[in-house]
């Protein structure tokens, strides 16, 4: 992709790319981790959400954080987020125009590229903590691997997720806490870490499974991909930067021990 060559993009996110679907988003963490146990590591996983994203966007920092555009072509984005209004029609009649600072047009074709561009950044503020992540959209999994010995992996956790809280504050984006999930995954034979964590307000506590992208994570002793019923839900495909997403093969269950 020439975005992605050129340093525009963020390679780590599988969203909104032709090519790319929850699956890719999937397997880049799910084989990470089982390599990590081949190697008698212990991981933690974590799983976050953006809510509203797309609503809360910031036009000015959106375009601050086109380094890597300059010219007629950032003037043509400036001009193209500037301007907007909102009005709101109600039983025959018509609000006055507000003006919107915030939010790109969804359903445009650029919506999600500037959606990929504005959350480029935090893929920094992740992997100065040590972490590795993939993101699908708005969606963030994150994690961790580290020896089974390694008493400061819940501080480590604490300090990522203040950085993020603090970043997600500047962008004007709001985590959906109760998407907030914690998944320890031992090395054979090495306890789980039972340590709870503050994320902002709320207090997560480690769990028995996590739901990523719509697929269950079980733990400790073994790792299940399991599709859930329903058309709904079926891993999908985005195709040209335009937000819509195509049907894809469904993903089979299956399962890897760890």
Not at 76 to 92: I, K, M, N, P, T
Not at 155 to 166: G, M, N, T, V, W
Request: proline fraction near 6%.
């Amino acid at each position: 992709s020439p975005n992605i060559t050129n340093d525009l993009l963020d390679p780590n996110q599988s969203g909104f790319r032709a090519g790319y679907s929850t699956g890719t988003a999937l397997l880049a963490v799910t084989e990470a981790l089982h390599g990590a146990k081949s190697q008698s590591l212990s991981s933690v996983l974590l799983l976050l959400d953006l809510s509203a994203a797309f609503d809360t966007m910031d036009h000015q920092i959106l375009l601050s954080s086109l380094v890597e555009i300059s010219g007629s072509a950032w003037t043509w984005f400036e001009s193209y987020l500037a301007d907007r209004s909102y009005q709101v029609a109600w039983r025959g009649s018509l609000s006055s125009p507000n003006t919107l600072s915030t939010r790109v047009p969804q359903g445009s074709v650029l919506g999600p590229v500037l959606f990929s561009l504005y959350t480029k950044s935090l893929g920094s503020v992740i992997s100065a903590h040590g972490f590795s992540y993939h993101c699908y959209a708005d969606d963030t999994q994150l994690f961790l691997s580290f020896s089974p010995s390694d008493t400061q992996v819940p501080a480590r956790i604490s300090a990522c997720l203040a950085d993020i809280s603090a970043w997600r504050s500047t962008h004007h984006l709001k985590l959906n806490l109760g998407k907030t999930e914690l998944l320890f995954l031992p090395a054979k034979g090495s306890p789980t870490i039972d340590a709870s964590i503050t994320v902002e307000t709320s207090i997560v506590s480690p769990s028995q499974s996590a739901r990523s992208l719509r697929v269950t994570l079980d733990n400790p002793s073994r790792a299940i991909l399991q599709r859930s019923l329903g058309p709904a839900v079926s891993p999908s495909t985005t195709s040209g930067g335009s937000g819509r997403s195509s049907p894809k093969r469904p993903l089979n269950s299956w399962s890897r021990p760890w």
